[in-house]
């Protein structure tokens, strides 16, 4: 791909290539290859205008609606090798990773597509019959994140179709490339109106936030952005689904035996170069298997070929960002500093690009900024526990609480174990998504309102109670 790729905004069914554009940043090179439009005030008045004006005929129409989901699906696999590209080219995750991650899209709009949207009769005896309706917010702002560009629109993007909304989304200026080619071939399959995209950087997203009518926000993004977006949100009082990351412990229990569970560990850690809000950041294990289970994972990292992501057989990218390698040499040389082990296998020649070396940390403090906050890198503290209550303990000992994993060969003790811990989700034996039909979203700091399933579908509607008086 070349720097003149040429991305456009979406709005109101018709491109917007824009007067101003801004670089993107291949991070396999640390160069920019494309550029994407620079949106302002201005772009986003008129995909509101649009939006308003195509929302209330679609809001009618719910079969139309479905239909469109399942056209969507099938226009996302026909386009999944583009799209994949796109993802590794800017965002830096493998190609097998970046194909995974469309067909997953795709498998969300299909999921919504044949989902019910819930109404309910309330009526009790003799009273005037009540019925509780869900009705749509109208227009409704997305603004999503860099990691998985295309997988997490489609998690809010769905929904809020089915729901009868129309939508303006604001991709991350780090990875714009593929969100924004999304919206030009879904706009194929949607009324115009109904799915603007904009590319721009934070100014944007304060218009999207504050804009009075926009009536629902459903954000996905760092605590301090979270954070703006509520107050900017606050001025008028609209509604906001927000996930805001995670820094998920894994529990190993002493029964556990760490040659079965290891290769899970590391990969549930280290998928999209642990770039990943709901990636494993931090073991517990009891200090019966402490030094076993440090020693098989250090061999396991054998199997993470570092390197570009269109190379075969490489499984970690770069990190997207150039400030991100610097925070994780940063922590990196605080841990080392401090006393812990590092133990790493440097297994890239990439001379450029913001790459860096994967590494198990043992010896660490559990206080230490490695442990304690969200690094977002291939990097994995290890940190033994006397006590089961210790352990618990430590895990909860945060400001975020998205998932949790318990490892062990007695699931009943998995299940207890799961049921103290403060997340919104906790695997036994299993720290991944295993379906889409179930809630996802964090406790604490970690998020308000849940994505997926019918708790997804929900977040998009608005309860209306309807009474009929003879």
Known sequence: MR???????????????????FDVIDPSSGSAFASAPLCGADHLESAVLAAEKAQPAWAKAERARRTALLTCANTILRNRAELARLITKEQGKPLPEAKNEVAYAADVFKTYAEMEIPSKDLSEGNAPRTLLLNRPYGIVGLITP????????????????LAGNAVILKPSPLAPLSPLHLGKILNRDLPSGIFNCLSGFKDLGEWIARHPKIRKLSVTASIPTGRAVLSEAASEIKSVTLELGGNDPAIVLPDSQPHNIASEILESAWRNAGQVCSAIKRIYVHESRYEELTEVLSAEMANYVVGNGFVEGVRIGPLTTKQSVERVEEMISSAYKSGAAI???????????????PAIVKDIDSSH????DEQFAPI???VPYKTIEQAIAW???????LSASVWTT????GYDVASQLECGRVGVNGHKRATTHAPFGGFKHSGIGRELGTWGLAEMLE????????
């Not at 133990?343 to 070396?357: A, I, K, M």
Request: aromatic content about 10%.
């Open 3 to 21: 720097k003149s790729l040429l991305s456009m905004a979406m709005i109101g069914g018709r491109p917007c290539i824009g007067d101003e554009r």
């Open 146 to 161: 860099w990691n998985f560009p295309i997988a997490t629109i489609a998690v809010k993007l769905a929904p809020a179709l």
């Open 343 to 357: 133990l790493s296998y440097p297994r890239t020649n990439e001379d450029s690009g913001f790459f860096t070396t």
């Open 369 to 372: 900024p490695l442990v304690s």
């Open 380 to 382: 994995l503290p290890i």
């Open 395 to 401: 895990a909860n000992d945060s400001n975020y609480g």
């Open 410 to 413: 007695n699931p009943r003790m």
């Open 463 to 470: 309860h209306q109670v309807v009474n009929i008086f003879d």
